[in-house]
């Protein structure tokens, strides 16, 4: 019995000092995962914190296991397409407060269906590219950035969800139409950007066509002068030859026969 309840001692050792190596194996290998510069903790899921690390891209080494994820804060000055495809978990992406100025296509590509916060306010970002958002299910802050008002931007917002709180944070530092500068974007939506390249095509269309019309009507005005010149000069000269005299040997002619 001595030798039962040692062995089980032994054991229950033996077996606490196995669960203690695997879980500082697991620590070891979550923070030999964490980017350079970034702290990455435990707290509903690994929480990866790069905010304030003078980052000037976005690390590539991020876990696969990162929900959430905060950039801010740094000089970061674009997003790769696909940078984040493999953070299938990632639920907050927290980019603001850097030099950002696009958004390409694929920029969110992997986690667009997962993100319930996605912060790319205080950039530069002027443009995005027209399906940068494409089934993104969180509603993206993008205030205090140097928008440009187009025809894309237009098409970008709306077709996202609950546009409207997003479209009123947008002001407008440049647009298409220069009596939108400096005004937020929904007090400008009723005006379809989306047609004002078609307009300025048939504008110069009929400026184009008009300058040609004026040319060719130019030429025939100036060929029929130049005519009727040459008409009036051949004339002249005309005018100007000697009248034929008869020669001698016709007048004696006519004087014998009368």
Not at 166 to 183: F, M, P, Q, W
Not at 231 to 237: I, P, S, T, V
Request: aromatic residues 6%; glycine residues 2%; hydrophobic residues 40%.
């Amino acid at each position: 019995m001595h030798l039962v309840d040692l062995w089980l001692t032994r054991s229950l050792s033996m077996c606490l000092l196995l669960q203690s190596f695997v879980l500082m194996i697991l620590c070891f290998h979550s923070a030999s995962m964490c980017p350079k510069g970034c702290l990455c903790s435990h707290s509903g899921g690994l929480n990866v914190s790069c905010s304030n690390a003078n980052l000037k891209e976005i690390p590539r080494d991020l876990p696969p296991e990162t929900v959430l994820l905060y950039l801010d804060s740094n000089q970061i000055t674009s997003i790769p397409n696909e940078i984040f495809k493999d953070l299938h978990q990632l639920k907050v992406l927290n980019l603001s407060k850097n030099i950002i100025e696009f958004i390409d296509e694929h920029s969110f590509k992997g986690v667009a269906e997962t993100l319930q916060m996605l912060d790319l306010s205080d950039n530069r970002i002027k443009s995005v590219h027209k399906s940068a958002f494409n089934n993104l299910k969180a509603q993206p802050r993008i205030a205090n950035n140097p928008w440009h008002c187009d025809c894309t931007l237009q098409q970008v917002l709306r077709s996202m969800a609950s546009n409207h709180e997003t479209a009123n944070s947008v002001i407008c530092k440049t647009s298409e139409l220069d009596e939108h500068a400096g005004r937020s974007f929904l007090n400008v939506a009723d005006a379809d950007l989306c047609n004002l390249p078609k307009k300025t095509t048939d504008y110069a269309m009929l400026v184009t066509m008009f300058g040609w019309f004026t040319m060719v009507i130019s030429y025939v005005v100036y060929y029929v002068r130049q005519n009727q010149e040459d008409a009036r000069r051949h004339l002249e000269y005309l005018k100007s030859l000697p009248s034929r005299q008869k020669k001698p040997e016709e007048a004696d002619d006519i004087s014998t026969v009368v």
